[in-house]
């Protein structure tokens, strides 16, 4: 069964940091891009970072750029995102995604992606 799981949210104080993660199962995470995606209630889903399936290529959305850290450990099958200096404007459900590309080492938070995750919860709040 082909599926993406996150975990790792939670509720954190502004300030805080949090750490999802993103683990494949029935497919080779190594063959594909990895991106993050958040929505906030009321709001357009934001595609905040992703990564290439080699040389670790990432990219990040002005509003988590410095503050976020996208990786990968394609041995455990499983991405990150390392969220640090969390924010209230943070709160969202972060979603993660896979797009199958082995020919370039780049990614695109606009490309169509193959997999999606069910979301983890993130809030920020004192």
């Known amino acids: 069964q082909v599926q993406l799981v996150e975990s790792g949210g939670g509720l954190v104080q502004p300030g805080g940091s949090l750490r999802l993660s993103c683990a494949a199962s029935g497919f080779r995470l190594d063959r594909y891009a990895i991106a993050w995606f958040r929505q906030a209630p009321g709001k357009e889903r934001e595609g905040i970072s992703c990564?290439?399936?080699?040389?670790?290529?990432?990219k990040y959305s002005g509003s988590v750029k410095g503050r976020f850290t996208i990786s990968r450990d394609n041995a455990k099958n499983t991405g990150y995102l390392q969220m640090n200096s969390l924010k209230p404007e943070d709160t969202a459900l972060y979603y993660c995604?896979?797009?199958?590309?082995?020919?370039?080492?780049?990614?695109?938070?606009?490309?169509?992606?193959?997999?999606w995750g069910q979301g983890t919860q993130v809030t920020v709040s004192s």
């Open positions: 995604a896979a797009a199958y590309n082995t020919a370039q080492a780049t990614c695109d938070m606009f490309w169509d992606y193959d997999y």
């Open positions: 990564i290439s399936s080699f040389d670790g290529v990432s």
